[in-house]
């Protein structure tokens, strides 16, 4: 690992609607490759790399229950959405000339690996993206709250939750213009405040098992290089 990168291994939350650009549904093309060459620059600098998707950009299970779907059926549609996502992640990273692995929590073997922990921890070793898909396998739970278990049980060390603002602030920096950004929070706080970062059960986990969270705008070109740098970009929660 060169001495000016900080973290061996990382593991990435990409929410759905991060892969739609400007439109209000599936994948922009565009928008999927830049995010797969991103994440290449920060593979090849010596990171270890995991990324969760998230599957908002097509289906949500409580979107579709509000309609009403059963909600356990609407969340395995959502799941299913993730797995879609992380194809077409795999796809791009492939394209784009690094190796990825798409692993998901559901089985889909005619598409995809099973998540099987030691194997993703030797795909990591061996210099591929591992595409974390199908959140946990279980309704009722978000992405977000996979992200922060596959981080745990794959031992990253630092878990890092990609946005469309800079980081963490008092309130919607969009909609009220005395919102305050935050450098530095601690799990409790985040719980406390309720603030918007990522559900409650993610942060718990992230608390009780010590690894830490930054949050940063992946619209800013560099980002996560910056970051695995060692630069304070965003809000760190530990
Ligand atoms: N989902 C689920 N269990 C999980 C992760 C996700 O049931 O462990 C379902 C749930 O319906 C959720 C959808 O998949 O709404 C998409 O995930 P999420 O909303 O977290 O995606 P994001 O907001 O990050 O795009």
Known sequence: MPSDIKYKRILLKLSGEALMGAADYGIDPKVISRLAREVIEVQKAGVQVGV???????????????????????????????????????????????????????????????????????????????????????????????????????????????????????????????AQRYDKLSYAEVIQRNLQVMDTTAIALCRDNKIPLRVYDMGAAGGLLRIIKGEPVGTLVA
């Open 52 to 178: 969760v998707i998230g599957g908002g950009n097509i289906f949500r299970g409580e979107g579709l229950a509000a309609s009403g779907m059963d909600r356990v059926t609407g969340d395995h549609m959502g799941m299913l959405a993730t797995v879609m996502n992380a194809l077409a992640m795999q796809d791009a990273i492939e394209k784009a000339g690094a190796y990825a692995r798409v692993m998901s929590a559901i089985q889909i073997h005619d598409v995809c690996e099973d998540f099987i922990r030691r194997r993703a921890i030797r795909h990591l070793e061996k210099g591929r993206i591992v595409l974390f898909a199908a959140g946990t396998g279980n309704p009722f739970f978000t992405t977000d709250s996979a992200a922060a278990l596959r981080a745990i049980e794959v031992g990253a060390d630092l878990l890092l939750k990609a946005t469309k603002v800079d980081g963490v602030y008092s309130a919607d920096p969009k909609k009220d213009p005395t």
